[in-house]
């Protein structure tokens, strides 16, 4: 039985993306964020788009060669899942997506400014991975590159497979952002929050499963607390998450990430008409060895 009586049982909410018109920001979307420290918009990315995406994720060895292993946790329990990471936004259809109006533009708003792109990772659950990510802050790792202010910072995920309950799709607590950065320990390569404080928030917030079809969006703050379960199913389950940074909060820290670097945003029509064979610059790719000594796996 709980501890204390639920106080923000919410549900899940969310907004459609009409195929072939330009998406805008209102006010009730821009409130969503603000309140909640997500906006789902679904069918974001079409259905066109994101087939040339999956193409292009798939066909690339560099996608292959680059992985890394992300540990769950300590012990003879302990799993792990794969992740791509990296640092620089290539001339591609991924390289258009980061930078197009719909994805890096409404970033802009939700934001509050203008908005550099700071990572973009693969993650890859093949089926029956049993390897999780642990409940965290993407703040939690943000704030040790020296980035001073979360509410300029927020990431975008975008499901590239069916991403469900039975695939260990992603959970949030909704308003958890407004509580502010909280302590994150090593659980194997992750970082995650204290035990105690987060079975505390369990108690006493909602969680909430967001299951996701290919193309939708999820706009999320630096401060939402979330995770992914395990895959327990026969279904792969692979995401794409690009994180984004204001301008005006340049990191005061050296760091392995990218520090202000001016995004062009460009027109969503280029996610068509650009190369599904991917340009990623070699020395853009995080690495295993760097994984391990940053402790930076899904921050």
């Known amino acids: 039985m709980a501890k204390y009586t639920m106080v923000n049982k919410r549900e899940l909410l969310e907004f459609a993306h009409r195929?072939?018109?330009?998406?805008?920001?209102?006010?009730?979307?821009?409130?969503?964020?603000?309140?909640?420290?997500?906006?789902?918009?679904r069918n974001l990315i079409e259905p066109k788009e994101i087939e040339r995406i999956k193409i292009a994720l798939e066909i690339s060895k560099d996608i292959v060669n680059n992985r890394i292993n992300i540990i769950d946790g300590g012990g003879e329990s302990a799993k792990s899942s794969q992740m791509t990471l990296w640092t620089k936004v290539s001339d591609d259809v991924i390289g258009a997506t980061i930078a197009s109006e719909k994805v890096a533009g409404t970033m802009d708003t939700l934001l509050g400014g203008e908005v550099y792109h700071y990572t973009t990772k693969l993650m890859q659950k093949d089926p029956e991975n049993k390897g999780a990510f642990c409940w965290h802050q993407d703040y939690g790792y943000f704030y040790t590159d020296g980035n001073l202010y979360p509410d300029m910072m927020g990431t975008a995920y975008i499901a590239v497979d069916n991403c469900v309950r039975e695939n260990g799709c992603l959970q949030v607590i909704p308003g958890s952002h407004k509580m502010g950065r909280l302590d994150h320990v090593a659980e194997g390569t992750q970082r995650a929050i204290n035990n105690k404080r987060l079975a505390d928030i369990r108690d006493r917030f909602h969680t909430i499963c967001v299951e996701m079809q290919p193309g939708d969006c999820l706009f999320f703050h630096s401060n939402l607390i979330h995770s992914a379960g395990?895959?327990?199913s026969s279904l792969r389950r692979w995401c794409l998450l690009i994180a984004y940074n204001r301008k005006d909060n340049d990191p005061i820290y050296k760091h392995p990430f990218p520090n202000y670097t001016p995004l062009v945003i460009r027109p969503n029509s280029d996610i068509i008409k650009a190369s599904t064979s991917l340009k990623i610059d070699q020395s853009a790719f995080f690495g295993q060895d760097e994984n391990t000594a940053n402790n930076a796996s899904i921050g």
């Open 19 to 41: 195929e072939g018109f330009h998406l805008i920001v209102n006010e009730k979307m821009k409130k969503c964020y603000d309140t909640e420290g997500y906006l789902l918009v």
């Open 230 to 232: 395990r895959n327990e």
